[in-house]
């Protein structure tokens, strides 16, 4: 049963990884985006906002299962191919970045309005400030939010096995469901159990150390 | 230093500043008094930009604020410290940090920073917290290192807005003294935002009075305080209380007669029984000036005031 497990525990982590790392990075300027255009923000475009705004909400909206489907053309055109567990990573990845976004962009709002216009005041440029005032204040907040994408991502992987992506949630359905191998299901299900919870228990430590 | 003419704002529709005109001094601590919404931050903020304005001019040295680009405006400001209500400092930085990143963003080396960080938290009495985070401090000392980094890039105005609302009143005088420390150490002009009479009356030289937006007070601090206009008396919230029959007659002492004895002496003179129905003293920049009323007989009227008259006493009957 390892050799089963073994692997799929490593698709699973891999495909995790992977595609919140990269949804990091586009949730991640979406949200500056959004920031920065929303309303009163540093560079108020309402137009720009409300299209992202728009974009987003779609996205977010997709049935995951769907959206994989949908998204068969692109990841063939970025990978070469629309099966596998790499294949699997786009989907997820654009799955993940519009949560993300809308994370990130709440951690920023959040931050003190005051504390902006100081920075305002002594002639910060709206960059500084996004990056060396905001970002600085939201960073706990934004662990918390990289954190909870992490696990949802972790989740969403266990559709992965539609696209031929393995991992875990796969062997649960493969073995657990259709061959009645109850222990097996048992096992995928406490591994998925230990991995939320190494994540979640990783998280909290980062945000505790980062919060003053 | 600062000049301000007819200068308007509207939000929307509404006009929150109406017609105002003032000339602040280089190294005058000058407060702009008011309720909320009277439109005193409002006005404090087209100072350094922060709010733009419709028509009229505000002059800061030679420089139209409104005339200004976006990134002049940006070098502008560094000339314009200012600071908040609520301190404004990032959580997640140390004191030291917070007071090093204008200096940060503006490119300083290490060594500069260093040096002009350390020399203003001693200014400000912080010198043993610079590895502190503002939750570990009190308001009071929240305060004096949003002050150091306001000072930082050596501005010659200071911006202070509502400052020392959020403190308890020592804490409010404990602040207030270092501004006026800073004031008269390093020559910086003091443009203060307050609701509270008592920071106008222990600190600033000038006041400007807002209501909704428009001037109804504009004076050397002394004077306002002095011979309230009724405009001032009703802003204040207070008006005497005095007998109806008999007249009374309100006399005013400036600062440098206060303390002389001048009723006891008219008694005497005059050989007459007055009865003193109210009166007030009060410390201002450190002067001490009040008012008191006195209820006469209506048959002495003319006997007292003509008394009063060859004394150099300011007076008005009520």
Known sequence: MTDI????????????????????????????????????????????????????????????????????????????????????????????????????????????????????????????????????????????????????VIGFSAMAGAVGGGGLGDVAIKYGYYRFQTDTMIYTVLILVALVQVCQSLGDYLYKITKK | MISIKNLNKYYGDIKVLNNISINIQKGEIFAIVGHSGAGKSTLLRCINGLEDYKDGSLLVGEKEIKSLKKEELRVFRKNIGMIFQHFSLIQ??????????????????????????????????LEHKLDSYPSELSGGQKQRVAIARALTLDPDVLLSDEATSALDPNTTTSIL?????????????????????????????????LEHGNIIGLDDTEELFLKPDEKMKEFLGENEVVPSNGVNVKLYFPKDNAYQSFITKMARELNMDFNIVWGKLEEINTHIVGNMVINIEDKNKNVVLDYIKQHDIVWEVL
Do not use: C
């Open chain 2, 177 to 209: 003294n270092l501004l006026k420390e800073i004031n008269e150490k390093l020559n910086i002009t003091i443009v203060i935002v307050t609701h509270e009479m008592e920071v106008v009356k222990q600190i600033a030289q000038k006041a400007l009075l």
């Open chain 1, 5 to 152: 497990l073994l692997p799929a525990l490593g698709e699973t982590v891999y495909m995790s990884l992977v595609s919140t790392f990269f949804a990091v990075l586009i949730g991640f300027a979406l949200a500056i985006v959004l920031i920065l255009t929303s309303k009163d923000g540093l560079r108020e475009n309402l137009k720009v906002y409300s299209i992202l705004d728009v974009v987003i909400n779609t996205l977010r909206s997709f049935p995951f299962i769907i959206l994989m489907i949908v998204l068969f053309p692109l990841t063939k055109f970025l990978i070469g191919k629309s099966i596998g567990t790499t294949a699997a990573i786009i989907p997820l990845t654009i799955g993940a970045a519009p949560f993300i976004a809308r994370l990130i962009e709440s951690a920023l709002k959040e931050v003190d309005k005051g504390v902006v216009e100081a920075a305002k005041s002594f002639g910060a440029s709206d960059f500084q400030i996004i990056f060396k005032v905001m970002l600085v204040e939201a960073l706990p907040a934004i662990i918390s939010a990289i954190t909870l994408t992490l696990i949802t």
């Open chain 2, 92 to 125: 997640r930085k140390t004191v030291f940090d917070n007071v090093a990143l204008p200096m940060e963003l503006w490119g300083y080396s290490k060594e500069e920073i260093t040096k002009k960080v350390k020399d203003l938290l001693s200014l400000v009495g």
